[in-house]
């Protein structure tokens, strides 16, 4: 098993490494244990997590992301296009099991400690809980792909989410071939990652 400075350095957002294997049971507990262990305002864990991997909603909710990606393409300037055509945006059939990440603010009651000046603490322990999840998988040699190309309205209703509950997340997981050493955004050109000394500042931001 490798320690927490590998997994951070090494995890990477799946798309095309996934081997087409499901992953099994214990692992994918394993898994979502690490996201549920994950600390949270007021202790609140205000997340779910809903196991999706009947192939043909895997294939239903890839056709509506599959739409959402043509839409964005259809938005770039020629040039910025060129450079997103060959950039795969999910493997939603490819990994097998789709992990949607759920956000119930109701969660812990009317006075959650911890967020009554800052409302966002509960959207960011969620995140907390997808990180570990996230560093888990890699970890366990799996591969995690956050896939964001859809409209909310319609994972809630594919995954029976009711308001004030909200779907934050859909993550493809599964055994991989690989996993690449340079981020695909990089490698494809999109963007490439900040110096670390850029992002430090002392006192103040400026």
């Known amino acids: 098993m490798i320690d927490v400075y590998q ?3 090494t995890r990477r957002d799946v798309r ?3 081997t087409g294997e499901l992953i099994g049971e214990e692992q994918l507990r394993r898994v979502l244990a690490a996201g549920h262990a994950a600390p949270s305002v007021g202790n609140s864990q205000p997340w779910d997590f809903v196991v999706v991997q009947q192939q043909q909603r895997l294939a239903a909710f890839a056709e509506h992301v599959a ?5 964005f393409a259809e ?3 020629e040039a910025r296009k060129h450079t997103f055509e060959p950039i795969k945006i999910e493997g939603i059939c490819e990994s097998g099991t789709g992990v949607v990440v759920t956000y119930n603010p109701e969660r812990g009651g009317p006075h959650i400690l911890g967020r009554h000046t800052i409302d966002e603490t509960g959207l960011m322990s969620v995140a907390l809980a997808i990180q570990n999840m996230w560093l ?14 859809y409209e909310e309205q319609f994972l ?3 995954v029976g989410c009711v308001a004030p509950v909200r779907p934050l997340a859909w993550l493809c997981l599964g055994p991989v071939t690989h996993l690449e050493q340079v981020p695909d955004l990089e490698r494809f050109g999109w963007r490439d990652r900040r110096p670390l000394d850029n992002a430090i500042h002392r006192e103040r931001l400026r």
Request: charged share 20%; proline share 3%.
């Open 67 to 71: 739409g959402r990606r043509k839409a």
């Open 156 to 158: 809630a209703e594919f």
């Open 136 to 149: 888990a998988a890699t970890a366990e040699g799996l591969g995690m792909g956050w896939v964001s190309f």
């Open 16 to 18: 095309a490494e996934y």
């Open 75 to 77: 938005s770039l300037p």
């Open 7 to 9: 997994a951070i350095a």
